[in-house]
């Protein structure tokens, strides 16, 4: 209610109205902020709950992709009340408040200058003259935009001899292809990366006015990716020049016209990352595709490797081994996982003592990272050694004290088989608790699995391991994707020597960069 007070009414009654008026409206509009208070702190309680489910039993657990989607919605309805009720934000504390950050500096900066009409003083008459400013920073996109590259080739003529000179035409990452570098590291980015189909990309350039046909962009991935194979097995040489490295493997449907449905593929990863102990090389990612998860896939992938191979539980490892130049290490999260599982369900008490062992591992852990390989195993000796010695003869007590079919016996007995492997991270520093680093390797691909639905052949999902090969590795070096791969396409367009392909790879790329 808006009141002029120099136009009040004379009339008691008047205003006695007017007051119980304004009485109403106050208290009305505390009763609406209590309401908009109330209902924020009820979503956000939703939003917690969903928290936690996303970590409850399995069969309670909600899909990831399908819990960032209603977690999307719950922000969006609470960012909805706080812009009517600005009040209600006040007397709620809001989750993400402590971590805002300031704006990257390497964005480029506009300014936009919001000046008063005149430099005359409003109250006296007096000159104004500058003692300072304030400024404040807002977050703005610019949209992506189609251009068209006209590459102009003059001709000249002699008039002496009659011949004409002009410069070679470039060489086109597709040949006779209209795509730039930029254009199809945007293509790939997006479909390997950012997981948007091919079809989906096809109708945002229509909404730019350009028809590209999907089977065109599938031309382009191909031809791209023809540029970018040489890179895959250079990553791989480098992987494979570790002494320890990480495994694992994802399934990936693959269409198969014969039968006239998909059939089940794999995605076979491997990593190197040695920022946990200090190594001196650059972490890396490879992947390969195979038809199937044959013993003898990762056999010949390894087949030049010597050293340490990190693994989660599946069979086909065990036999790398049998050579003796390949040694595995265990992973205490999977075992971890067994435990975790048997007491979400049934709350033995087994189980959470297990879980509390293999806790105390991590918090030792969780003070090493970063130090040597030394001083790890140092300190593991001294603090990691005893506990995991005297939990082994604990679970094979416990084992003769319960059902031998039952959850808790499994979890016990998937430990104890492996026992050595795991015991391995306690003599060598260089080796991890867990298998975590190729696992967040393999998250992107279930991602994209779920976008794409399927491989359309062999050779497009042997081109998704080429190209997530090289997006993880840049994302593992804080090299962004799309710039990236846009300038190694134009460098080996523009016939980079062969010799110095290893200058492209993502750790050496960025000096490439500065000094092209």
Known sequence: MQIDLAALPSDTDTLHQLVRDLAAQIAGDRSELAQAQAEIERLRLIIRRFQRAQFGRRSERIDGDQLALGLEDLDADIARLQARHPAASAHVSSPHASHRQGLPEHLPREDVAIDIDERVCPCCGGALHVIGETVSEMLDFVPAQLRVLRIRRPKYGCRACGTIHQAAAPERPIAKGMASPSLLAHVLVSKYCDHTPLYRQSQIFARHGVEIERSTLANWVGGACWWLEPLQARLAAHVFGSAKIFADDTPIPVLDPGRGRTKTGRLWVYTRDDRPWSGPDPPAAVYFYSPDRKAERPASHLEGFRGVLQVDG?????????????????????????????????????????????????????????????????????KSRLLVETMRPWLEMQLGRIPGRGGLAGAIQYALTRWPALCRFLDDGRIELDNNSVERAIRPVALGRKNHLFAGSDGGADRWATVCSLNASAKLNDVEPFIYLKDILQRMTEDHPMSRLDDLLPWNWPKVRVKH
């Not at 086909?316 to 992973?331: D, H, K, Q, S, Y």
């Open 314 to 382: 599946y069979a086909g490892f065990e036999r790398l081994t049998a050579g003796g130049t390949i040694v595995l290490a265990a992973c205490w999260a999977h075992t971890r996982r067994k435990f975790f599982d048997v007491h979400e369900a049934t709350g033995s008490p087994i189980a959470a003592e297990a879980l509390r062992r293999i806790a105390e591992l991590y918090a030792i852990e969780k003070s090493i990272r970063g130090r040597t390989a030394e001083e790890r195993r140092s300190v593991r000796s001294t």
